[in-house]
């Protein structure tokens, strides 16, 4: 007899919760709840019913059903959404199979699904074809897929039970249309993250998902509500292919290249790297003991702000690891001012485009940096991306001395101590900080760190422009790629919230950002920042309460220069890696557009029940 823990995630679930926990009853040997804040009884309602119950901030759909299967002890486990529950034929299938003398029959179980809508079970049409995995053998099982429509990974062979699992579905057309709406734009971001582009026959998507589901499925044998449906989830279709189309517009350079193009460049990749490999040979000396290292050289050609913020925390360690040494900074000139630190003695600005207009001036630059001599170099780009640019930089300006940095596509070409990624490490900082390990250096803090901005008098003199007086939080609703964007409409909800706590709200913005902060400051009652740089803005931050940021570069510079409270907006399941384990952020996840309340709960975490206080500063 196999021993089955059903598993239930919930949030506010006081109306639901309790017919799925009947429908179980007997069928059940322990019941998981994974509640993300519930401000009803659904707690209460869950031990009362003797459910084990376990308080979870919401980190996205995948991850907190991987939470709750973590959780669960028996060998079989049914994971149910608290709208769902089982028909008596079903849970007299399922308890039968788990009590089968020779075992259960297969390592997970498909189930079939009747779906409500308006109250009224839907039997044609798309709905009435849905099966899925939701029985598997707790042992090898894993929650993968995207962060909107998780799936499990099951072990073994894949059988079907009888009986249905009722659902309840939409209560109306609304709120169809507004999930649907909220689910087509989070798909449309996770896949145009993987690559997906919107193609010229995705405009016939609409009539064709209409056709599909109402004539060939035989949706129109629902009768009015069939034809709603088969509506509603063309357009849900159709509204994938419009976002992955609005992402390319907004995003710029998201049209791929042509396949003679690809091949070409790819080509001369290619040949790149056999050059490479022919010319500059990895070393082969052993890394010296670090007291023998008098100079070194740091790699970090990204432009983005945010990537050479999460680099400093890197050179101060190696800084204060190897007092003694000489720590020079290859750095991508155009953000340069960022990264300068006390922990650099020399700043070298590096262009790209040089190797393409001015060839003459990278020769001499790459000459310059062997007449260094370095005792290392340290290639400090991404974990998980190969840059053959900062491979070979690194190469030629080490010499014969040893490069040191991450393993991950051709790099290990080009180093003599290639660094795994350990997986364990999450976020990017601590991910960046395991390449003090060949050196023996412990790392010195995770805080990024900038002297930009350490001009109170320019920051007065901005805030007097924009008319702002009194404590106030800078809200910055723009970011460099479209698809990490929250919408205006959202951030002026922000926006009015924190005006309710007894904050001024200062919206800031990037260059082409202007309409998306004069939207969110209307829409919100906030003030438009004046045009600012990076050195402006990172002065107003030093003076502000608060910053609530998307994910983009001046969420990483407000955490730099010390804002006392720091929120950051995620939406695509990326807080995990680009969050900062530090008191004064806290991580954001809202679930759609109109979840300001999960930015605004965490504005609160970091400002206390007042409102306008800020917290004590970092140490």
């Not at 991850?63 to 959404?81: C, M, P, R």
């Not at 598997?136 to 962060?147: I, L, M, Q």
């Not at 990974?153 to 659902?167: I, K, M, Q």
């Amino acid at each position: 007899m196999a021993r089955l823990t059903v598993t239930v995630i919930t949030q506010d679930e006081e109306a639901n919760l309790p017919r799925l926990l009947e429908s179980v009853r007997g069928v059940a040997d322990e019941v998981v709840v994974v509640d993300s804040g519930s401000k009803d009884r659904t707690v209460e309602l869950a031990r009362a019913a003797g459910a084990r119950v376990f308080s979870n901030p919401w980190p996205g759909f995948r991850e907190q059903k991987a939470f709750a299967l973590a959780q669960a002890s028996g060998d079989y486990v049914l994971n149910l959404d608290a709208d769902e529950w089982l028909a008596p034929d079903l849970a007299r299938a399922l308890r039968a199979e788990l009590d089968r003398p020779e075992g259960p029959r297969a390592g997970a179980f498909r189930i079939h699904f009747r779906h409500r809508f308006a109250g009224e079970p839907i039997r044609f049409g798309q709905m009435w074809r849905d099966r899925r995995v939701r029985l598997v053998r707790r042992e090898g099982a894993a929650w993968t897929g995207s962060a909107v429509h998780p799936k499990l990974r099951v072990p073994g062979p894949v059988a079907d039970l009888p009986g249905r699992c009722e659902h309840l579905g939409y209560r109306d057309r609304a709120e169809a249309e507004r999930k649907l709406t909220r689910y087509a734009e989070q798909v449309a971001r996770e896949r145009f993250r993987e690559g997906r582009r919107a193609r010229p026959w995705d405009r016939l998507r609409w009539p064709l998902a209409f056709l599909r589901r109402y004539v060939l499925w035989l949706g129109f044998l629902d009768g009015a509500a069939g034809f709603t449906l088969a509506r509603l989830y063309a357009r849900y279709d159709a509204d994938k292919a419009r976002w992955l189309r609005r992402l390319e517009r907004e995003v710029g350079g998201a049209r791929g290249r042509g396949a003679l193009a690809s091949g070409v460049r790819e080509l001369g990749r290619r040949a790149a790297l056999g050059l490479a490999s022919m010319l500059l040979p990895r070393s082969r000396r052993p890394l010296p003991p670090a007291p023998a290292l008098r100079k070194l050289l740091v790699i970090r050609t990204d432009e983005r702000v945010g990537n050479q913020l999460l680099t400093t925390p890197l050179l101060r360690a190696l800084k204060e690891g190897l007092p003694q040494a000489e720590l020079h900074l290859l750095a991508a000139a155009r953000q340069a001012g960022v990264i300068e630190s006390r922990h650099v003695d020399r700043l070298i600005p590096f262009e790209k485009r040089l190797a393409f207009r001015r060839p003459w001036r990278l020769l001499a630059l790459l000459r310059a940096l062997r007449r260094e001599r370095y005792d290392l170099v340290v290639e400090a780009g991404h974990w998980s991306g190969f840059s053959l640019t900062a491979s070979l930089l690194a190469r030629v300006a080490a010499g014969s001395a040893p490069v040191v940095g991450h393993l991950r596509g051709e790099s290990g070409r080009f180093l003599s101590h290639p660094v795994p990624h350990d997986p364990a490490n999450e976020n990017e900082v601590r991910a960046k900080l395991e390449l003090l390990r060949p050196l023996g250096l412990l790392p010195r803090g995770l805080a990024p760190e900038t002297e930009l901005g350490r001009e109170p008098e320019l920051a007065r003199a901005l805030l007097a422009q924009a008319g702002v007086a009194g404590p106030f939080a800078v809200l910055n609703p723009g970011a460099r790629m479209a698809d990490r964007r929250w919408p205006p409409a959202a951030h002026a909800a922000v926006a009015r919230g924190l005006a309710e706590r007894g904050l001024a709200v200062l919206v800031v913005w990037g260059p082409g950002e202007e309409p998306i902060a004069r939207a969110v400051a209307e829409g919100g009652g906030a003030r438009l920042a004046p045009a600012t740089g990076l050195r402006e803005l990172a002065a107003l931050l030093r003076e502000a309460r608060l910053c609530v940021s998307n994910n983009s570069g001046p969420m990483h510079l407000a955490v730099a220069v010390g804002t006392p409270a720091v929120v950051g907006v995620f939406l695509s399941g990326d807080a995990r890696r680009w969050r900062h384990e530090l008191p004064g952020f806290e991580a954001a996840e809202p679930r759609g557009e109109d979840d300001a309340r999960a930015v605004l709960d965490a504005c609160d975490l970091l400002l206390g029940a007042g409102g306008g206080r800020a917290p004590a500063l970092r140490g």
